[in-house]
């Protein structure tokens, strides 16, 4: 692995634009309803901004796994696994209906790690967001590459169920291969991990569909915005392990003695899948 070859990519940039419409507001609250926030009227739903802008790269140029290919805007990481790691959003602005949304994209840092699977690669992604007030978003995307399971390899053993935890404020959420197709439409996202079960179980090696992280973290920020009785200005959250889709799935979360609140996903077996963090 060149990892100085793959750090040359640090400091490209990209600009895309969008509009938030009402058939793109109309399509995400019906994709997460009732387990939203309720925002003030003629404002965007929280976590509507994963949705503007997406990649649309060409069927030829599109890599196996179904994400655009690799050595654009993102270095060329000879890893075949990419997941979302993390990161964090500042909310300074809401966006609005009807609003013209620039995204200013920056690869901000590309490191190497190695974990008990094998070599890590992270990127990290600087988003801008803007409407033609100024700022609305600032976002860090935290991006890991990691190597499949060598052919034949028995899946890892899954972990031991766990007590839920005491939650302020829970939701339950039907993890089906519905919600994950509507995800996939409204973001234009052709990763065949949520949604093709032959690849994600016979080329990744995973136990089945696996739920987006974007959908977790729209979730959580929602949740996190209905403890505080607003959007959060800070928000932060990251991966613990890959939540497998078909079983109901709870998002929940807790007041903090120091204002902020704490808000973590958990699969059936009780186990947490993602944790965040958000505060005003």
């Not at 399971?149 to 829970?170: C, I, Q």
């Not at 439409?185 to 179980?201: C, E, K, M, Q, S």
Request: proline share 10%.
């Amino acid at each position: 692995m060149d990892i100085d070859h793959l750090r040359g990519w640090i400091g490209r940039t990209h600009e895309a634009e969008d509009l938030v419409t009402p058939r793109l507001v109309a399509q995400f609250g019906a994709t997460f309803a009732p387990d939203v926030f309720a925002v003030p009227e003629g404002d965007a739903p929280v976590g509507l901004h994963w949705c503007l802008a997406p990649p649309a790269e060409p069927m030829a140029e599109l890599a196996a796994d179904g994400h655009a290919a690799k050595g654009g805007f993102l270095p060329p990481i000879p890893l075949p696994r990419r997941m979302w790691a993390g990161g964090a959003v500042e909310t300074l602005a809401p966006l609005r209906l009807g609003d013209p949304v620039v995204r200013r994209s920056t690869v901000e840092d590309v490191s190497l790690k190695h974990g008990r699977s094998g070599p890590l690669v992270f990127v990290a992604v600087r988003h801008e967001v803007s409407t033609p007030r100024g700022l609305a978003l600032r976002e860090r995307h935290d991006i890991v590459y990691r190597d499949a399971p060598a052919p034949g390899a028995a899946p890892p053993p899954a972990p031991a169920p766990a007590e839920p935890r005491a939650a302020d404020l829970a939701w339950a959420v039907e993890g089906s291969p519905v919600l994950l197709f509507r995800y996939s439409a409204l973001t234009f996202n052709g990763h065949r991990i949520h949604y093709d079960l032959p690849y994600v179980t016979g080329v990744e090696g995973y136990a089945g569909l696996l739920v987006h992280g974007p959908i977790q973290a729209t979730l959580c920020f929602n949740l996190a915005a209905a403890l505080l009785g607003r959007v959060p200005r800070h928000y932060a959250f990251r991966n613990v392990m890959p939540l497998v889709a078909g079983p109901v799935f709870r998002v929940a979360g807790v007041r903090g003695a120091d204002g902020a609140v704490r808000c973590w996903t958990e699969g059936a077996d009780g186990r947490a899948r993602m944790e965040a963090e958000a505060s005003v």
